[in-house]
């Protein structure tokens, strides 16, 4: 349980480096959005990647509905 929590703390943290544009591993700022699957009003699966180190790592993240 407690390795579950840093798990999802880690991938929060990558998730906010990356979306300052920079790539988590190598620090450039080439990470790219290679996919995104869902969207709307539910959950997405967006995967990015950085062409310079080869990182790779996917995140759901929610969808907001425009009300």
Do not use: W
């Not at 967006?46 to 790592?57: H, I, K, L, M, R």
């Amino acid at each position: 349980m407690v390795a579950y929590i840093y798990y999802l703390r880690e991938k929060n943290d990558q998730l906010q480096i990356i979306q300052s544009g920079t790539c988590p591993k190598c620090g450039h700022k080439s990470i790219v959005l290679s996919d995104q699957r869902g969207g709307g009003c539910g959950p997405k699966l967006v995967t990015f990647s950085c062409p310079e180190c080869g990182y790779q790592n996917s995140f759901s993240i929610n969808g907001s509905c425009g009300l």
